[in-house]
């Protein structure tokens, strides 16, 4: 059993680990400046202006994405030029995706009710964008053909505009590079994490207890992964025949094989690239979980975790590359308290 180990710097891509590296050194410098103030209430101010200087920026661009995506509707019904649509829409999608990047990277810091207001506030620009680009796809005009496509597309995949980053491996406290061992880390001994990360992890079994931020998973193979709630957001990255009972507030999962997930979520979970996999309700049980769930804002069943939406799925059709897991099949409890697993 061990505990969390320090990020493994020499497996980072070197443009990465420059950029942790100068965060680390303002993070550290940030740190002198509070020390030097003379009392706690001089503390409290800076954290406060760190709180409300991301505040600011956040809204900011909120406003401007919104408006950008206003602009666009009204363009859309008088222009004919789609290419130039669809430019626009993949810089609005590139601006969610760095509003998504700032809210990551800033909290740790924030108050859980911040977190929680700002992931719904991506969550529904996203929508929006998905609604805009929806209208926009042009319908196909009858016309009788002289010759029939020999290929039929199983499905039918949405532009690259809108499709959600690779997940980066993230530089943050976590397990890494462990095969065949049992993790365990109670985030109740670590307030001052903010994120925590598995990374490249086989046949391994994970216990983690209490609420922390976020979470991020990348490169899973035979592994069982039990978690307490997330505050924000879980984000997952190439996982095979693995077994995950996660509860968090947005849950994206990118190229996942064989898996099979027990969720709690309050949005829908989002999968791209993936096949294989299976749902069911979040089962998990240990010492404390109730009052870590109503911290979480996660004590409520939501049942999304049988509305799952395929990235690259548009067929009215359900989309074959997820499944409900049969209830024969299921786990109906799994216990990390002290006294064992059941």
Same mark, same amino acid.
């Given at each position: 059993?061990?505990?969390?180990?320090? =990020?493994?710097?020499?497996?980072?891509?070197?443009?990465?680990?420059?950029?942790?590296?100068?965060?680390?050194?303002?993070?550290?410098?940030?740190?002198?400046a509070?020390?030097?103030?003379?009392?706690?209430?001089?503390?409290?101010?800076?954290?406060?202006?760190s709180?409300?200087?991301?505040?600011?920026?956040?809204?900011?661009?909120?406003?401007?994405?919104?408006?950008?995506?206003?602009?666009?509707?009204?363009?859309?019904?008088?222009?004919?030029?789609?290419?130039?649509?669809?430019?626009?829409?993949?810089?609005i999608?590139?601006?969610?995706?760095?509003?998504?990047?700032?809210?990551?990277?800033?909290?740790?810091?924030l =108050?859980?009710?911040?977190?929680?207001?700002?992931?719904?506030?991506?969550?529904?620009?996203?929508?929006?964008?998905?609604?805009?680009? /929806?209208?926009?796809?042009?319908?196909?005009?009858?016309?009788?053909?002289?010759?029939?496509?020999?290929?039929?597309?199983?499905?039918?995949q949405?532009?690259?505009?809108?499709?959600?980053?690779?997940?980066?491996?993230?530089?943050?406290?976590?397990?890494?590079?462990?095969?065949?061992?049992?993790?365990?880390?109670?985030?109740k001994?670590?307030?001052?994490?903010?994120?925590?990360?598995?990374?490249?992890?086989?046949?391994?079994?994970?216990?983690?207890? /209490?609420?922390?931020?976020?979470?991020?998973?990348?490169?899973?193979?035979?592994?069982? +992964?039990?978690t307490?709630? +997330?505050?924000?957001?879980?984000?997952?990255?190439?996982?095979?025949?693995?077994?995950?009972?996660?509860?968090?507030?947005?849950?994206?999962?990118?190229?996942?094989?064989?898996?099979?997930?027990?969720?709690?979520?309050?949005?829908? =979970?989002?999968?791209?690239?993936?096949?294989?996999?299976?749902?069911? =309700?979040?089962?998990?049980?240990?010492?404390?979980?109730?009052?870590?769930?109503?911290?979480?804002?996660?004590?409520?069943?939501?049942?999304?975790?049988?509305?799952?939406?395929?990235?690259?799925?548009?067929?009215?059709?359900?989309?074959?590359?997820?499944?409900?897991?049969?209830?024969?099949?299921?786990?109906?409890?799994?216990?990390?308290?002290?006294?064992?697993?059941?």
């Open positions: 059993m061990e505990e969390a180990d320090e =990020p493994n710097h020499e497996t980072l891509d070197p443009a990465l680990q420059k950029k942790h590296h100068d965060m680390l050194e303002r993070l550290s410098a940030r740190h002198q509070r020390k030097s103030d003379s009392s706690s209430s001089s503390s409290s101010s800076s954290t406060l202006e709180t409300s200087s991301f505040l600011t920026k956040f809204a900011d661009s909120k406003r401007s994405i919104e408006s950008r995506i206003a602009e666009s509707r009204l363009v859309s019904s008088s222009s004919t030029d789609s290419s130039k649509l669809k430019s626009e829409l993949a810089e999608s590139f601006s969610i995706d760095n509003l998504e990047k700032l809210l990551a990277e800033n909290s740790y810091f =108050p859980s009710y911040e977190v929680r207001s700002s992931l719904k506030s991506v969550s529904d620009l996203k929508q929006s964008l998905d609604n805009l680009s /929806g209208e926009l796809v042009p319908k196909k005009k009858f016309s009788f053909k002289t010759k029939s496509s020999s290929k039929k597309p199983e499905s039918i949405k532009p690259d505009l809108v499709s959600p980053p690779k997940i980066p491996v993230r530089d943050s406290p976590g397990f890494r590079n462990k095969q065949g061992e049992t993790l365990t880390k109670n985030f001994d670590s307030s001052s994490i903010g994120e925590f990360t598995l990374s490249d992890l086989d046949s391994c079994q994970v216990r983690l207890k /209490g609420t922390v931020n976020a979470l991020f998973i990348h490169r899973l193979k035979n592994c069982y +992964v039990y307490g709630p +997330v505050i924000g957001s879980i984000l997952i990255d190439d996982v095979e025949d693995c077994v995950l009972v996660l509860a968090s507030h947005q849950i994206r999962i990118h190229c996942a094989k064989k898996t099979d997930f027990y969720l709690r979520v309050r949005s829908r =979970p989002i999968i791209e690239d993936s096949n294989g996999v299976r749902f069911a =309700p979040y089962c998990l049980k240990y010492d404390g979980i109730e009052e870590d769930l109503k911290i979480a804002d996660l004590e409520e069943e939501t049942k999304n975790w049988a509305n799952v939406d395929d990235f690259l799925w548009l067929r009215a059709v359900q989309s074959p590359n997820w499944s409900v897991l049969p209830e024969e099949e299921r786990v109906s409890s799994v216990s990390i308290s002290d006294d064992g697993d059941s």
